[in-house]
């Protein structure tokens, strides 16, 4: 009797332990589910809906999101970095050029704009090599399928895109903020042979004339630029 009550606490005992198990699978397969749900939500609702700057994890959704920090951190990475590349090394640039108005300006914006132009040289390698760091992190990510597509829609949103949208028009505005230098330069070094009438230049001399034109005009096949940089500002 005693010998059959030991073996029936047994396999009570094994059948306890088996359901411990079953329970700590299922409350960790419960927690993952909760974490990429949590997770998909935060990319669909905040980041597919928000600008060029990302915002920061608070610690509940760092609690709330598990493993799933470090795939954001990638996204979070490389848009703080194009911030600042905007910032940083576009944004000066923009706000100096928008403020030449008449040939006097090429003059008085002439030292800002040259310091501004330099930063802006630098930003073209700094975007390509925060891409190229996000591009291989996320590399390496082994998603679930239910979470790939949404991580995919917002890494094209917040890394691909606008890096692809970036690029082409960082030559284009350095070739303009070269220009207008140029011009400057060149109004600076006429000094006192040169006139300011009514928002326009006046030279002695015809050559002057048509070197001056040929500069404004090197401008305007670059002045579009502006316009597509400023977009990326708003």
């Known amino acids: 009797m005693a010998s059959g009550l030991s073996q029936m606490m047994k396999k009570v005992g094994g059948l306890i332990a088996l359901l411990m198990v079953m329970c700590q699978l299922t409350a960790c397969?419960?927690?993952?589910?909760?974490?990429?749900?949590?997770?998909?939500?935060?990319?669909?609702?905040?980041?597919?809906?928000?600008?060029?700057?990302?915002?920061?994890?608070?610690?509940?959704?760092?609690?709330?999101?598990?493993?799933?920090?470090?795939?954001?951190?990638?996204?979070?990475?490389?848009?703080?970095?194009?911030?600042?590349?905007?910032?940083?090394?576009?944004?000066?640039?923009?706000?100096?050029?928008?403020?030449?108005?008449?040939?006097?300006?090429?003059l008085a914006q002439r030292d800002a704009l040259r310091q501004a132009g330099g930063a802006l040289n630098v930003v073209s390698q700094q975007v390509q090599n925060a891409r190229n760091l996000a591009d291989s992190s996320k590399s390496s990510l082994k998603l679930p399928e239910d979470l790939q597509k949404v991580y995919e829609e917002a890494y094209k949103k917040t890394v691909t895109t606008p890096a692809d949208n970036l690029q082409p028009i960082l030559p284009e505005l350095q070739a303009l903020a070269q220009a207008v230098l140029?011009?400057?330069?060149?109004?600076?070094?006429?000094?006192?042979?040169?006139?300011?009438?009514?928002?326009?230049?006046?030279?002695?001399?015809?050559?002057?004339?048509?070197?001056?034109?040929?500069l404004v005009g090197n401008i305007s096949s670059h002045v579009n630029s502006l316009t597509q940089a400023k977009g990326l500002l708003q």
């Not at 011009?183 to 230049?201: I, K, P």
């Open 29 to 106: 397969g419960d927690k993952d589910a909760n974490q990429r749900k949590a997770f998909g939500d935060f990319l669909q609702n905040t980041v597919m809906r928000s600008g060029t700057q990302l915002p920061a994890l608070s610690e509940n959704q760092k609690k709330s999101f598990g493993n799933y920090v470090g795939d954001y951190a990638i996204l979070y990475g490389f848009s703080q970095q194009l911030t600042r590349a905007l910032n940083d090394g576009i944004r000066p640039v923009t706000d100096q050029l928008s403020a030449i108005h008449t040939p006097q300006d090429y």
């Open 182 to 214: 140029d011009t400057a330069d060149f109004l600076q070094a006429q000094d006192s042979h040169l006139s300011f009438n009514n928002n326009a230049v006046q030279f002695p001399t015809q050559d002057q004339v048509n070197q001056y034109n040929t």
